[in-house]
């Protein structure tokens, strides 16, 4: 009778969870938001919390009220990714705590987003309501006292998720989860950091707001395709093409002997690609900025949108939260691992099937970025073997050698890579289209403490930027060769934006002073600050 009883209610508990994310699965469905990715996390906290109601055999009333505040949650994300094409944060709970008379004013402008969910999530309340009602003679009844307490514990879980995580990132916008997960991370995480402890960490800074403004010039009389290759752990200190003693960068190299190319060293914003990433889109200048990327006011794919650009990012990696950072709902076609990982070839190969398959009209102007996996730790994994040359046959065993070598042949890879994708460019348009090459950030490899990424160290942020002109005119070459060197991501961006026709500088912004961010965009995870100087000590910017 017990084992019956059980198995009942777990059935039960299953038929809730689903009732409560109807709403979700039915806009996937009709292809108005992104699809949930069935995290065992996200799914199993939402059925904890029915499981737990049942075993507290709480009245209606304690229901009702707990379902009001969990699908109130869940209708705010979905409204809000409705709105503006991705889910809020504690970024964006952030902003809103300073803004909140322009929230006020806009809300009336999206009511109507959320009169068809909100139907959806009536309904399911109401149908959560009658299964309960019918099945009250199965609750596993424990007490009053232990379901309730359960019920607290499970209360508490992301709040105190929130305290004990050293990364933010984890309780950032993800498409991949469900919206009601979006929400109460976004929540408890703005609570714990933003209004409890605050003072005591010296978070929540408030910056001005970034400057603005459009020009006109030559740069922009004539629409520019724009091409960013956003690399992974590409570091210019192993490019041939910087001087490199292996021809690690043998098309490159070519292309820069035959004058087509300007490159100059580079330092990223970030030693970790999750906090890199959205920097370099938004163009942010301080790394302990909360709400900058979550206003999105210089975010470049935006800028992109309001001259008309198509707008796409393909990728080879998960980006998880990174998506929403990034896209601010401007990114036409979305593309990441879990969404080539079908299209033909290997390793980097699907990226270029997919660019293949990238339905673009090529006559128009587009904004277009790229993500190769290769140069990622190991390295030797995300390389073809038949392209091994300087690591072939060096055992593991010879640590250093091994290392350099096959990071070395991923080197070789990616300038493979960029030959591919500039062939394809070149093949879909003729119109003017200016090439950027960077990276995420740099790669350690030995030179001083180890490998790797991830520290505060400029071996951590060395990356190439290298700018490729097809059919540009000359006043935007000029431009490009006028870049102060070390290129940094700030500048990069703000290259770019001048190149859609806006002009961007952050109002805090020090001159020759910059940083880079550690592993968390709040600025917990540190930062370095530095001068142009000290970033190219023992570098050379001769080209």
Not at 215 to 240: C, D, K, R
Not at 327 to 353: C, N
């Amino acid at each position: 009778m017990i084992i019956a009883r059980f198995i009942g209610n777990m059935a039960i508990v299953m038929v809730l969870t689903g009732l409560f994310l109807v709403v979700e699965l039915y806009l996937h469905w009709i292809g108005r938001i992104d699809g949930i990715l069935w995290r065992n996390d996200d799914i199993g906290y939402i059925f904890a919390f029915f499981l737990f109601m049942r075993l507290a055999a709480a009245p209606a009333g304690v229901y009702l009220a707990a379902l009001f505040l969990m699908q109130g949650l869940q209708l705010s994300e979905i409204g809000y990714f409705l709105f503006s094409g991705s889910y809020y944060g504690p970024a964006e709970l952030a902003l809103l705590s300073r803004q909140y008379a322009d929230f006020w004013q806009s809300l009336g402008e999206v009511t109507t987003l959320f009169m068809v969910p909100g139907i959806i999530i009536i309904m399911s309340a109401g149908a959560t309501l009658f299964v309960l009602k019918r099945s009250a003679g199965l609750s596993l009844r424990l007490g009053a006292g232990t379901g309730y307490a359960l019920l607290a514990f499970w209360l508490a879980v992301p709040f105190v998720h929130a305290y004990t995580e050293d990364n933010s990132m984890r309780f950032d916008p993800d498409p991949g989860k469900t919206a009601f997960r979006n929400g109460i991370n976004a929540f408890s995480y703005h609570l714990v950091w933003d209004r409890l402890f605050r003072p005591a960490h010296g978070e929540g800074r408030v910056y001005p707001e970034y400057i603005l403004n459009q020009v006109v010039g030559l740069a922009n009389e004539q629409p520019l395709n724009l091409v960013i290759i956003m690399g992974e752990s590409i570091t210019y200190t192993h490019m041939g093409l910087f001087g490199y003693e292996r021809d690690t960068t043998p098309f490159l190299s070519a292309l820069g002997k035959r004058g087509g190319l300007i490159f100059r060293p580079g330092v990223s914003s970030a030693v970790s690609t999750h906090v890199s990433i959205p920097m370099f889109y938004n163009i942010q200048y301080e790394p302990d900025n909360r709400t900058h990327i979550a206003s999105g006011k210089t975010n470049l794919y935006r800028l992109a949108k309001s001259r008309g650009y198509q707008t796409a990012f393909l990728s080879s990696q998960e980006m998880y939260a990174i998506a929403s950072q990034v896209s601010k709902g401007s990114v036409d076609t979305w593309r990441e691992f879990k969404h080539i990982e079908q299209r033909p070839g290997m390793y980097d190969g699907k990226l270029i099937a997919e660019l293949n398959a990238l339905s673009f009209d090529w006559n128009r102007p587009f904004m277009l970025s790229l993500n190769p996996r290769t140069g990622h730790i190991p390295y030797a994994k995300y390389t073809p073997p038949e392209l091994a040359h300087f690591g072939k046959g060096i055992p593991k065993s010879e640590y250093q050698r091994y290392m350099r070598g096959t990071y070395d042949d991923a080197m070789r890879y990616f300038d493979q890579i960029v030959s591919e994708i500039l062939a394809i460019v070149q093949q879909r348009t003729s119109n003017p289209t200016v090439v950027i090459i960077t990276s995420d950030h740099g790669q350690r490899l030995g030179e001083s403490t180890g490998y790797g990424h991830n520290t505060l160290e400029f071996g951590s942020a060395r990356v190439p930027f290298v700018y490729i002109g097809l059919n540009t005119p000359h006043a935007v070459d000029a431009m490009a060769r006028e870049l102060n060197c070390p290129v940094t991501h700030y500048d990069a961006g703000r290259f770019i934006a001048q190149l859609l026709g806006y002009r961007v500088r952050s109002a805090s912004e020090v001159e020759n002073t910059y940083f880079i961010n550690g592993i968390d965009l709040t600025g917990r995870g540190g930062y370095l600050r530095y001068t142009r100087a000290e970033a190219l000590e023992g570098q050379s910017c001769s080209q």
